[in-house]
Nanobody, 119 residues
């Protein structure tokens, strides 16, 4: 069973920083892509950042130059460094990892962690 445990969310003032962590219960080497999504209240879920097993990274335009996704294979952990936070970054942030099965892609989700940016 694959489980994802997210942490690091909380409240921060605009311009502040947070680092989110996602600890996966199995080796993250099994996954070809690891992602962070977010869902603001009342809005649809949005893909924020991805990192592949080859360390290719991508970000939604609104977080480029402010957020950094990374991984630590020894700790089975995916991180999202969040700098220069804005009120519009307020959302529940979800970790997602994906791996191939015999006939389909398997995706696993964390429980989400709340990030609130306000003054």
């Amino acid at each position: 069973q694959v489980q994802l445990v997210e942490s690091g969310g909380g409240w921060v003032q605009p311009g502040g920083s947070l680092t989110l962590s996602c600890v996966v219960s199995v080796s993250i080497g099994s996954f070809y892509v690891m992602c962070w999504y977010r869902q603001p209240p009342g809005k649809q879920r949005e893909l924020v950042a991805t990192i592949t097993s080859g360390d290719n990274v991508n970000y939604v335009d609104s977080v480029k130059a402010r957020f950094t996704i990374s991984r630590d294979s020894a700790k089975n952990t995916v991180y999202l460094q969040m700098n220069s936070l804005k009120p519009e970054d307020t959302a529940v942030y979800y970790c997602n990892v994906r791996r191939t099965g015999l006939i389909s892609v398997h995706a696993y989700w964390g429980q989400g962690t709340q990030v609130t940016v306000s003054s």
